[in-house]
């Protein structure tokens, strides 16, 4: 028995974490709203976790035969403010047109990379390397803007390498290092690659993930750079009779089959039909000097294609196919005057359901925002859509600084 409920990650009395399952992962600044299961526990005991929940609900609830899985969902609703906008209605709407009607480029965002000054690819390499120690340095090494109590627990462990003592001294919301210096503590430095799997192996394999994800980015912009925004015999697009391809929605799945676009193919085809791959051991690279960009710039952290299938299995890169530019789907906007700063603009899912009413709007306000709306999917970043759309930082670093000033 399974019960479907709309909430964030949480806990249920003695209900072991693993026993609640989703399809994909929420933004930590934001608040959010989707579906998860849990195993054999009654929608009525959940309920009563509303009375002591802070900024959760759960509700909704359903039984149903099967679980959620990572991977079941197709993508994610956004409704984002961009507050204190610069610039006349019709300037406005014409940049939030172009990306409707155009897309962007479909960049893995800055927060696939991480929110540290260590960016999470720098462990991807080590790990790729099967430089355990260097991948366990990494991901304990002080770190820039962290409170006081969690440096003084990563400096302890880069002049100590202590395990004991430092996992005393990281604190308990620092999970996934707690979980670290657990398996550092039975299997020690000398065993390392078994210390790194009381990691979570969805967070262990988002390291090497990330360092693909970063040669992605950096082969789609010499792409572009090179040939264009427009299609190109060697391209590769998805095949129309793929088994992989979503209909409607138009999402490649991991094993999608793709084509190489020939002289007689390349006009019946735009920017949005073409994919590029994330590199790995089994993939189909364009037909032109695309394998040669990536091996040039594995080359430079010394590995190469072959390395990608790494004797690790958890650590191997297949590799895959993303869409090179993405259109946001059902896109809306609505341009809003404020004078009060700390009002919100938009009602969450959370309002609506407690009766709570819409922002107190003002005509002529002083303040200028843009509520947008539009749906992605999964793996695809509203922060790389807006940043079409702003021509500004989307670093949480250069956000972060942009409430400071405020």
Known sequence: ???VICVPRSSCGSVKASSFTYAGNKDRRAV?????SVYRVMADKLSQLNRSLMNMRVGNFSYQKEPLRLGQLWGNRFSIVLRNVVGDHECIDRS???VKDVGFINYFGMQRFGTHSVPTYEVGKALLHSNWVAAIDIILSPKANESADVGLARQLWAENKDAKKTLEKMPKRCTLERQLLKGLQKHG???????????PRNSRIMYVHSYQSLLWNMVVSRRIQTYG???????????????????V???VEKEAEVELLTEETV??????????????????????EAASWYKEILAADNLTLQMLNHRVKDYALSGTYRRMVMKPVEMTWNVLSYDDKTIPLVVTDLDRLE????????????????????????????????????KTDTSSAYQTKLNETE
């Open 267 to 288: 006009n019946s085809h735009t920017i949005h039909d073409i994919v590029m791959p994330l590199p790995g051991f089994d993939v189909k690279f364009p037909g032109y």
């Open 32 to 36: 959010t709203v989707q579906r998860m």
């Open 189 to 199: 430095i000398r065993d390392a690659c078994n210390a790194l799997n009381f990691i």
């Open 229 to 247: 925004l427009n299609p190109v015999v060697g391209d590769l697009v998805i095949k129309t009779d793929s088994p992989t391809i979503d209909p």
């Open 1 to 3: 028995m399974f019960v």
């Open 249 to 251: 929605k138009k999402k």
């Open 355 to 390: 009766g709570k009413s819409h922002a107190v709007l003002v005509e002529g306000g002083k303040l200028t925002a843009v509520c947008v709306c539009f749906s992605l999917p999964s793996s695809s970043y509203a922060t790389m859509a807006l940043r079409e759309v702003t």
């Open 96 to 98: 939030l047109q172009l």
